[in-house]
């Protein structure tokens, strides 16, 4: 078990060193620059800018440059926002994103997770096509229309709850913005779940363990559940991204201060700083998040250890 | 007497085998006759519709769905109709959709076959890239892009395909991993054939039933990404429009005009939905382990 976390890790910090690189070659490679926007500059104003921001070094010596600042954990100035950092940036973006993110993974798991157990447990009958329904429906509508009509719905129509603004991450601004991130993930691990259920349920260990009699509970969590879990934790990888992907355009949606708006007013403005350093944020996040759930899936499948 | 073709016994290919299979799933089939609908209407109404795309009616701006003036949609915002501006936005959307998906099945099927038929070091190395891509969100990568090469028509679809071809690489190479150690592949070798004639020849064609699968479902991704880059205002620009961009409009009046939401919302979620079932049709038509 050692040896495969070792393994695991091994993977993950090349893998976040190549995704550094990458995107600052391409960024690199981009046509125009972050002052084409300045109207009229003095040459000799432009030519300092310039200098001050490291720009006119060769390519390779400005990624040593950025890697020698990121390792001491500065990513450097924006370059719109000449008051602001891009760690300022990010660190006032990531609890946004984070708590979005993390509310809905979890209840993404918890109530999928039910949803999928109870309509495998009950196969067929009114309650587990009713579930299914829910389900497929949950997959193929997009975030950005339930977000909206969920607006429209519990925000303006009945008024319960705000439909915009973060206001230091109060429960009444997430419970909207977070139910609208967490609809397909609940549905498509209820999916998962129902199907892994049912594949497990007529196990013939499963029938041992009710034959010795075992309380039906019992051979639920001990012998059914198990191997239920390891499809659910494999989805939990693609999960994540999906959540972050998604969070851009809720945070767009719901107004909400979070790294995923940062990032697509950063991309517009061409401020590359900022572009890198959220895109190192996330691709850390997601390689850690991954590698957690490499592990998690080492404890329950003592199969992929081996490999 | 010998050669007249009807005493030959009427061999089945796999392809017909499969072809019937698939017609006999009811939920593909119907799914197959909506989008033929929804194509057809997309190249239709913005011809022979009662308005054009781009004609403004001063007089009757947000209008809700009537038969009354044709505006069978309803009028958006700047008082255009709706009926044209949706087909018209379905037109893009399905292109983009399909033209994505071509760039990303010509380089995943090119790449996971080259990776899985020289395996060894060469297909690890260029699997390990793979993994490090995947690593990254395809939409943060794709806004990197658009961002870094400008935002055109082109540039979307290229961008979208040039990062959706990994997990056709994927699937490719698992494939041809298994196809590599056929006695054909040994007999092409024994011929002195080249790799790119294996390759082209004896590897492609024979991954192809999981590469129509899985190019059936990339493409509602890739619609999704394109409404997902609409929204966000780095799709498609004025005054072309798509059922994204349509949707991101209608979020903004959806106190006053809840139908600029709903008809295109309505037209991508079906749409996405029968290519689905289309996907699941093919799957169980091209799957040998079900035969």
């Given at each position: 078990m050692f040896a495969y976390i070792l393994r695991r890790v091994a993977f993950a910090v090349p893998t976040i060193f190549v995704i550094i690189l990458l995107t600052f070659i391409l960024l690199h490679a981009a046509?125009?620059?972050?002052?084409?926007?300045?109207?009229?500059?003095?040459p000799a104003v432009l030519a300092n800018l310039r200098s001050a921001y490291h720009l006119d070094d060769p390519v390779w010596m400005q990624f040593w440059t950025y890697l020698s600042g990121l390792l001491r954990g500065d990513m450097g100035p924006s370059l719109i926002y000449r008051e602001l950092t891009v760690n300022q940036i990010i660190v006032t973006g990531l609890p946004v994103s984070v708590t979005l993110g993390l509310s809905a993974i979890v209840i993404g798991l918890s109530v999928g997770l039910c949803c999928g157990i109870v309509a495998a447990l009950r196969q067929n009958s009114l309650l587990d096509y009713a579930v299914m329904a829910a389900a497929m429906t949950g997959v193929a509508i997009p975030t950005f229309v339930t977000a909206p009509l969920l607006i429209l719905v519990f925000?303006?129509?009945?008024?319960?709850?705000?439909?915009?603004?973060?206001?230091?991450?109060q429960i009444k601004h997430l419970i909207l913005p977070v139910t609208a991130l967490a609809i397909p993930k609940v549905a498509v691990i209820a999916r998962i779940t129902r199907g892994a259920m049912l594949e497990s349920i007529n196990m013939d260990y499963v029938r041992t363990a009710r034959a010795k009699g075992m309380r039906e509970i019992k051979v639920i969590t001990r012998h059914v559940m198990r191997p239920v879990l390891i499809p659910v934790v494999s989805y939990l990888g693609p999960a994540i991204a999906t959540v972050m992907t998604g969070s851009v355009i809720i945070e767009n949606i719901f107004g909400l201060p979070g790294l995923g708006r940062a990032f697509v007013e950063g991309a517009i403005n061409r401020d590359y700083p900022v572009v890198m350093g959220i895109v190192i944020i996330y691709a850390i996040f997601i390689v850690m998040l991954n590698l957690f759930a490499d592990i998690l899936y080492g404890f329950l499948d003592p199969r992929v250890r081996q490999k | 007497m010998s050669t007249d073709s009807s005493f030959v016994p009427a061999g089945r290919s796999l392809w017909r085998d499969a072809a019937d299979r698939f017609c006999a799933n009811r939920a593909a089939m119907v799914s197959a006759g909506i989008i033929l609908v929804i194509v057809v209407l997309a190249f239709a109404v913005p011809i022979w519709?009662?308005?054009?795309?781009?004609?403004?009616y001063w007089d009757r701006m947000?209008?809700?769905?009537?038969?009354e003036n044709h505006h069978w949609f309803g009028t958006d915002v700047n008082g255009r109709d709706m009926f044209a501006r949706v087909f018209y936005g379905a037109r893009i959307s399905l292109t983009i959709g399909v033209l994505t998906t071509l760039v990303a099945l010509t380089i995943g099927v090119l790449y996971g076959a080259t990776a899985g038929y020289f395996g060894g070091r060469i297909g690890a190395v260029m699997m390990r890239l793979v993994d490090i891509i995947y690593a990254v969100p395809a939409l943060f990568l794709i806004i990197i892009l658009i961002s870094v090469f400008g935002n055109n028509f082109v540039l979307v679809f290229v961008s979208i395909g040039a990062v959706e071809w990994l997990t056709m690489a994927r699937i490719v190479r698992g494939q041809t991993l298994a196809i590599r150690e056929k006695d054909y592949i040994e007999a092409a070798h024994a011929l002195g054939l080249p790799h790119t004639t294996i390759l082209a020849r004896y590897i492609i064609p024979n991954v192809i039933g999981p590469v129509i699968v899985y190019a059936t479902l990339l493409i509602p991704i890739n619609i999704l990404i394109e409404s997902y880059l609409s929204f966000l205002g780095l799709g498609v620009q004025e005054p072309y429009t798509s059922w994204g961009r349509l949707i991101s409009q209608g979020t903004k009046e959806?106190?006053?005009?809840l139908w600029l939401l709903l008809i295109p919302s309505v037209f991508l979620t079906v749409t996405m939905f029968c290519f689905n079932f289309i996907g699941d049709g093919l799957r169980d038509a091209l799957d040998p382990k079900d035969r």
């Open positions: 046509p125009g620059g972050p002052f084409d926007s300045l109207q009229d500059i003095d925000g303006l129509t009945l008024a319960w709850l705000p439909i915009s603004g973060w206001n230091g991450g | 519709g009662p308005h054009s795309l781009e004609e403004v947000l209008i809700a769905p009537s038969l959806i106190e006053t005009g």
